[in-house]
């Protein structure tokens, strides 16, 4: 029974290139949640998705970050142009389909640097 | 001020201690109270949840949650090596969407053979 799958595990991009960050959710869940973590700081929220629908996404960036999660296949976190303020850690979290945050799972994450 | 405070240490003890682990928060709409550990490089990982004010204890674990002064803490009793770790306090409502976790900055721990 995998858990929460990400990846890739590290992304190394260059300024004003694309990154896409992929989360499979575990199996059964139908709840995804990003969050983003700075260095020495705590996670943030991003966004919360829904097969197809994106719930809440309060935390997203109003420019070059968007989030899917396609009917099939992973959930996607993309992010146009970096920055290097973009550099972090991004992890997906999943939850069954009552969407408690009891039983959030995290991911191992994505580790960005933006050069 | 952020909505949660919590000191990032370092926080460094003899094995077999007990360890405090505390947060603070501003948001009395707060209802949900949790732990979670995430070691060097790996994702958090649920150690305790507790819901509304009160204790709950798990093993070595006990999780209090004061709401009148808006304080919750972690208790690890007979600390191991192996509990070296990052603790992260979060917490959430249903007024802001109980799926949306609000975290502390994490406190890092190291317990000293």
């Known amino acids: 029974n995998a858990g929460v799958m990400q990846n890739p595990r590290h992304l190394v991009r260059r300024r004003g290139q694309e990154a896409r960050l992929r989360c499979s959710p575990m199996?059964?869940?139908?709840?995804v949640y990003w969050y983003r973590q700075l260095p020495e700081e705590g996670l943030k929220f991003m966004v919360y998705?829904?097969?197809?629908?994106?719930?809440?996404e309060s935390g997203m960036p109003k420019e070059r970050f968007s989030a899917e999660f396609p009917k099939e296949g992973p959930s996607i976190l993309r992010i146009q142009q970096v920055v290097r303020g973009d550099s972090a850690a991004y992890f997906c979290?999943?939850?069954?389909?009552?969407?408690?945050?009891?039983?959030?799972?995290f991911g191992s994450g994505t580790r960005l640097t933006v050069v | 001020q952020k909505e949660v405070e919590q000191d990032p240490g370092p926080l460094s003890v003899p094995e077999g201690a007990i360890v405090s682990l505390n947060c603070t928060y501003s948001?009395?709409?707060?209802?949900?109270f949790m732990w979670y550990r995430q070691y060097s490089r790996k994702g958090p990982e649920l150690l305790m949840y507790?819901?509304?004010?009160g204790n709950k204890e798990d093993g070595r674990f006990t999780a209090q949650v004061d709401k009148s002064s808006k304080y919750i803490s972690l208790f690890i009793r007979d600390s191991q090596p192996s509990d070296s770790a990052t603790y992260l306090c979060?917490?959430?409502?249903?007024?802001?969407?109980?799926?949306?976790?609000?975290f502390g900055q994490g406190t890092r721990l190291t317990i000293n053979p």
């Open positions: 979290a999943s939850s069954p389909p009552t969407g408690s945050n009891y039983g959030y799972t």
């Open positions: 199996k059964g869940h139908s709840h």
């Open positions: 998705l829904q097969k197809e629908n994106i719930i809440d």
């Open positions: 948001n009395s709409a707060f209802q949900y």
């Open positions: 507790t819901y509304s004010s």
């Open positions: 979060a917490m959430s409502s249903l007024i802001q969407g109980a799926q949306k976790l609000v």
